[in-house]
């Protein structure tokens, strides 16, 4: 009997532990124009990821201008990736590309981000399927990337990416929840094992 109630309450833990992905609500999934167009939500209020500097995944060479790359999420979404380490259906993040400035006011050192938008590309997982979306400035819409004109973009994502075709070894808030719950991709840890051989390797003479 002690043993019974023992499996019992194991798997009762075990059961409440794993929590369902929380739903995007209806306020925050994606939302679309007649001719397909991605309408653009106020991604200031979303969930702030990360902020990068010149980044790049081609051969490195200096930037003909700086420019800062802001990553931003639906709340849902976050919440939802905090609980399972995947991205649920109705995920949208905004990469934010502003221009870096210096002097500004007061700063004499370092860069400061631009008042103006450069542009918008966002990640839309929707409908089952990841799709990529470029807003031009200004504009309240963004347009879908056709995966045959952006081949490298979706490319480079499918090969590359830490979770669900994202970036999420860029966004230190949640590198450590996917590797908790052990949801890196094959392919990741496939980079991350080439990365830890060659940094091992002793310097050529």
């Known amino acids: 009997m002690l043993k019974q109630l023992a499996l019992t309450s194991s798997v009762l833990l075990a059961t409440l532990s794993i929590r369902p992905a929380i739903k995007v609500p209806k306020a925050e999934v994606p939302k679309y124009t007649a001719d397909g167009s991605l309408i653009v939500p106020n991604y200031h209020e979303w969930i702030f990821l990360s902020s990068g500097i010149d980044m790049s995944y081609a051969t490195p060479k200096d930037p003909d201008h700086h ?44 860069h400061t981000q631009s008042a103006e938008v450069m542009g918008n590309e966002l990640h839309v997982f929707d ?34 990416a830490a979770v669900d075709t994202t970036f999420v070894q860029f966004y230190p808030t949640l590198y450590s929840v996917a590797k908790d719950k052990n949801t890196f991709s094959a392919s990741y840890l496939k980079d991350e094992a080439a990365h830890a051989a060659k940094s091992s390797e002793p310097p050529s003479k």
């Open 67 to 110: 420019m800062f790359n802001n990553v931003f999420v639906n709340p849902a979404a976050y919440h939802s990736f905090l609980t399972t380490g995947h991205w649920p259906e109705g995920t949208m993040l905004m990469l934010e590309n502003r221009a870096a400035e210096s002097p500004v006011s007061i700063n004499k050192r370092g």
């Open 127 to 160: 409908h089952g399927k990841w799709l990529f979306y470029d807003q031009d400035a200004g504009s309240p819409t963004a347009k879908v990337i056709d995966a045959a004109s952006a081949t490298s973009c979706f490319s480079c994502h499918e090969a590359h």
